[in-house]
């Protein structure tokens, strides 16, 4: 049943899956998948269920291969290097509450999964029954969690766009996680069995704040990212509640610059432009950067 190193489709998989068009099952046929009324979806050389054709207004390509790259990068130092502390022990708090949502047999879906470092790190905490779906709409991130998760024989990644129809039937998921992705909360609750759980993370209105402060042209983060309670409590789920964390990290000005290249904001960074900044900062303070760690969980349980 290992995905990674082949890229085979499961065959447990297909009893999850639906058309992301018009929700219909899909069966195997060949080398692509297969709807009722006809839509197709290749399996090689990945599992792609973005349907073709003109995109949403808010949907964009994805991570690029260099965000892939640094991130990748920036997660192997995660398990080892001191300095990393703030965002290791924030992505620890993180999986603390994902972890009491985990029973024998769940079905886990990871909306923006990226490399599949947090799905990777699951697996390890949870050793018993669990089936994990990482879904992203960039290939290179897809390459990436192939390698990462590559030893997880629990796990399968799929291409597919968070801001459409989900590709899974309705009912069949029992934890949904969205950390720092783009998500649509009524199809997260579509997919989700009664009493499932929505996990989601961002950053607070302080994550950073001091790379920000010191690049005035770099946009700055909204003031908050996730669904308020009530807005999960009117959307049909039956309890909701709210987490927050901050601690810090010390970087070298070229690891505070690559933080920021990684994601979104590298389309408003220049790196020869943005490094002598953050250097003349950083020397300031012995070379060395402090930078403020502000992550925000929200949990809504939805109604039996």
């Given at each position: 049943?290992?995905?990674?190193?082949?890229?085979?489709?499961?065959?447990?998989?297909?009893?999850?899956?639906?058309?992301?068009?018009?929700?219909?099952?899909?069966?195997?046929?060949?080398?692509?998948?297969?709807?009722?009324?006809?839509?197709?979806?290749?399996?090689?050389?990945?599992?792609?269920?973005?349907?073709?054709?003109?995109?949403?207004?808010?949907?964009?390509?994805?991570?690029?291969?260099?965000?892939?790259?640094?991130?990748?990068?920036?997660?192997?130092?995660?398990?080892?290097?001191?300095?990393?502390?703030?965002?290791?022990?924030?992505?620890?708090?993180?999986?603390?509450?994902?972890?009491?949502?985990?029973?024998?047999?769940?079905?886990?879906?990871?909306?923006?999964?990226?490399?599949?470092?947090?799905?990777?790190?699951?697996?390890?905490?949870?050793?018993?029954?669990?089936?994990?779906?990482?879904?992203?709409?960039?290939?290179?991130?897809?390459?990436?969690?192939?390698?990462?998760?590559?030893?997880?024989?629990?796990?399968?990644?799929?291409?597919?766009?968070?801001?459409?129809?989900?590709?899974?039937?309705?009912?069949?998921?029992?934890?949904?996680?969205?950390?720092?992705?783009?998500?649509?909360?009524?199809?997260?609750?579509?997919?989700?069995?009664?009493?499932?759980?929505?996990?989601?993370?961002?950053?607070?209105?302080?994550?950073?704040?001091?790379?920000?402060?010191a690049l005035s042209a770099l946009p700055r983060p909204k003031a908050t990212r996730e669904p308020a309670l009530d807005t999960l409590l009117g959307q049909g789920f039956a309890a909701a509640e709210h987490h927050g964390w901050r601690g810090a990290e010390m970087v070298t000005p070229a690891e505070a610059l690559d933080r920021l290249l990684m994601g979104p904001a590298a389309f408003h960074l220049d790196r020869a432009r943005d490094l002598p900044r953050l250097r003349a900062l950083a020397g300031e303070s012995g070379g060395v950067l402090r930078?403020?760690?502000?992550?925000?969980?929200?949990?809504?349980?939805?109604?039996?």
């Amino acid at each position: 049943m290992t995905v990674s190193p082949t890229r085979a489709l499961p065959t447990w998989l297909l009893d999850l899956l639906a058309c992301p068009l018009c929700g219909r099952p899909l069966t195997l046929n060949g080398d692509h998948l297969a709807c009722g009324v006809g839509h197709t979806y290749p399996t090689w050389p990945h599992l792609d269920l973005l349907p073709p054709g003109k995109r949403p207004p808010n949907e964009g390509p994805g991570d690029t291969a260099e965000m892939a790259r640094l991130r990748a990068e920036w997660e192997r130092r995660l398990d080892g290097d001191a300095a990393a502390s703030g965002e290791r022990a924030a992505l620890e708090h993180y999986l603390d509450t994902i972890a009491p949502r985990l029973r024998p047999g769940a079905v886990v879906l990871d909306l923006g999964c990226g490399t599949g470092d947090a799905l990777r790190r699951l697996g390890a905490r949870y050793t018993g029954p669990l089936t994990l779906i990482g879904l992203d709409i960039s290939v290179p991130m897809l390459d990436a969690a192939y390698r990462i998760l590559r030893r997880e024989p629990r796990v399968a990644v799929l291409r597919a766009s968070a801001r459409r129809r989900l590709p899974l039937r309705g009912g069949t998921v029992d934890v949904v996680l969205r950390r720092l992705a783009p998500a649509l909360l009524d199809e997260a609750l579509r997919v989700l069995k009664p009493g499932g759980a929505y996990v989601t993370a961002s950053f607070g209105p302080a994550h950073r704040r001091e790379l920000y402060d010191a690049l005035s042209a770099l946009p700055r983060p909204k003031a908050t990212r996730e669904p308020a309670l009530d807005t999960l409590l009117g959307q049909g789920f039956a309890a909701a509640e709210h987490h927050g964390w901050r601690g810090a990290e010390m970087v070298t000005p070229a690891e505070a610059l690559d933080r920021l290249l990684m994601g979104p904001a590298a389309f408003h960074l220049d790196r020869a432009r943005d490094l002598p900044r953050l250097r003349a900062l950083a020397g300031e303070s012995g070379g060395v950067l402090r930078l403020t760690t502000d992550i925000e969980v929200s949990v809504g349980i939805k109604a039996d």
